[in-house]
Every structure is written in structure tokens, then in C-alpha cells.
């Protein structure tokens, strides 16, 4: 399967998905084989162990190419490790011309899109997503950053990829509770601009995809997912309005997440995090724009059918209500949320004073006591 995903004149990512994948990553690389420069692999230490010595197997000219590790984690979405990518590829030889190729999950694909959109002011990179977020969602759309802190994301570029190949059979390692992750950014697109995609959703078999989690089913979602996120980033490619529909479940969510950095020697994932986000922003959406309880309810059930309830007490309310005063989509003094009007039709910018989100967090307390 093959997408193709435009953003302007000469700004165009090339998608490729599927069982055949590596043949689409062959026949690339030799197209653009008059690159004499080193190429370089940024993997972390699993998807090393994983995934990389299937892909140089398929691609024997990429034998040569120099493996950079991460250990694996968010924490590596930092300056430091960027200080170290920059000073890894200068010291082996990188040029302008090299390529990056990123294989990993959400994490490796923002690092590596930001080291190589600043080095040398940009070289070509590709991404490999091997989990299920990065294969619906953080690969796509050219979106790099790092987080500064506890505080995601807080550096970054807008940077497309010159291309992406998606091999659905890479899933086949990656754990029940990572592939939970990833369906959760794919609920959330459902949600924003898809109810189709959404009733499927609820007719969906999870147990079944979990267990036959590389066949044609999933297979089917992740293409779906793709050209539902392509269709957005193409009419808003630098977030300015319409894109910011993807950030539905994401402000209260990265909340939840730098909480459980702060308190957990093992932090929740973010899809895990963005779900709980997703229990609380749908509740503000029945406040502020007219999403129904019904709706809200299957929401709820459906997200804490999937993912454990993370308790917070009074003093975490306050710590992430003080994280979203730093979140990026604040503005001003004003707290602004993607809110649903009904499944597959959301609303952007929406303003929330602090006393609807700390009752959003409080309806989030409640269904812990259940
Ligand atoms: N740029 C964007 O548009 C965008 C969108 C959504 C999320 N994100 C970012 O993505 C990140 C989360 O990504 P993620 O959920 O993929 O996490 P991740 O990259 O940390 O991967 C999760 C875990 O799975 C392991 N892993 C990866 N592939 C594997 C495989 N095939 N087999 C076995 N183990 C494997 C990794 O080593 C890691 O331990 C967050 O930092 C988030 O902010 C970015």
C-alpha cells in the first residue's frame, strides 16, 4: 500500500506500508544510490535487538551503514541526547548528504526527525516505525521535538521525512501493554475526524488483533489511520488550526504523563496517558460543546476496559494543573482544548477556565472508586 502525503511544492513524504515493504526500501535507497555519504541508523536498544537485524538482512546495503543506540525511553528525548547524536555523526563522518534512518518507536522517530532536521541545518532522514503509535501517528506528519524537562515537547521542528515504510510484522515483538498504547492515538483519530472509523472501533475484537496482531486486520487500521492523519496534515501542515484537532485528549494527557514521571520509577506510556486525557477532555466536551453523556460513557468504558486506572490524589491535581500552565497549546492566560461534538467531529480552541478542568479531573477521580 502506498500513500503519499503533501504539504506544498517540494514538501512531500512518500508512505509505504505493507508486507513488501522492504522491496518499496530497496528500490529507494538505490534511486538515490549516487549518495556516496555514510548512512546512519539510529535504533534504541530494543528495537536493535528486534528489528535491525531483520531490516539488514533484507537490505544488504545498508550493512555499512553506522548503527547509532539509544537506551530505550522517553528520558532520551532530551538535549543531552541530541548534544550527543549531533557530536556522533560529526565524529563519524556524517555530511549533508547522508541519510538518517530512524527505526523505533514515537521516541526514536521525534529524536531522530530533530537531530536530523538541525544538523548541519538538515539532512535526509526516513522513518521505520516499529510500534503501533509510530506507525499511525508520531511517524506521520513531520512533527520532531524533544521535551525540556518534564515538559513534552517543548523544542521541536516541523520536518518532513523523505519517506516512511511501515512493516506491520515488526508488532510482532512489541509487548500486549505497548500495542494497547498505540491503539489509543488511533481511538483519538477516530474520534476527531472519523465516525466510521469510530463504529468499527466498537465492533472491534481487540482480544483477536492482540493475538493476531500482523494479520491483514490491523494491517487495514494502520493504513486507514494514516490517510485519516494525512488528510489533516495536509490542509494545515504547521498546526494553525485544523491540526490541532489531533491534540484532542493531549493536554490533560501530557499532564498525566509528566505526573507519572514525577511519581513511577516506571512511567505510564503515552498512548496510555493520552487515553486517560481522552476520559477527561470528553467529559469537558459534554460541558462545552455539546458531546452527549451516552457518547461519554462508551468512551470511558472503552478506555478503561483497555487501560489501568492511574490514581491521582489532591496534591497530583495541583501538580497537573501547574503542568498544563506550561502545555504549548496554552495561550496567554487562556487554556484551549480540542473538544468533540460528537464522535468524528471535533472542535478546536475551545477555552476552559481552571475550575472546568479541575472538575474534569474530579468526574476522572470518581470512576476510580467504581
Ligand atoms: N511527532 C508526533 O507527531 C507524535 C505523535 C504522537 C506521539 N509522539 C511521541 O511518541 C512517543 C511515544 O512513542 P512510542 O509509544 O512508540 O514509544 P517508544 O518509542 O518509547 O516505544 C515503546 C517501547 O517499545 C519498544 N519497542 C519499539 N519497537 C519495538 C518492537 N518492534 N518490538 C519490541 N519492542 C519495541 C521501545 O524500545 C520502547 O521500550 C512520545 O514521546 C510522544 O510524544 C509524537
Redesign the pocket.
Known sequence: MRLSLNTGPANATEIFSGPTVFQDLNDWLEKGCSRQDPAFILA????RA??LPHLLSLIPSLQNAVVLEMP???SV?SIDSTIQLWAELAGKGASRRSLLINL???????LGGFVASTFKRGIPFIHIP??L??MV??A??G???INLGNI??QVGTFYLPEAIFIYPA??G???EY?LH??FA?IIKIALVADSELWQKLLLLSWQDLLHRRTDQGLEDLIYNSVKIKCRIVEQDFKEMNLREILNFGHTIGHAFESLSFKKNSTPI???HAIALGMICEGYLSGRKTGFEAGDRDVLTRMILSRFKYFPIQKKDADLMMDTMVHDKKRRESESRFTLLKEPGNAIPGIVCNPDEIVESLEYYKTLGKE
Open positions: 534504541d536498544s530494543n528495537t528486534f528489528c530505550p525511553g522517553e528525548k523505533g518507536g514515537g521516541v526514536i522517530t521525534d516499529t510500534t503509535l509510530g501517528d508520531a506521520i506528519g512533527k520532531t521535538g513534552k515537547n515488526f508488532l515483538t512489541l509487548s505497548e498504547s498505540g492515538e506510556s503515552h498512548g
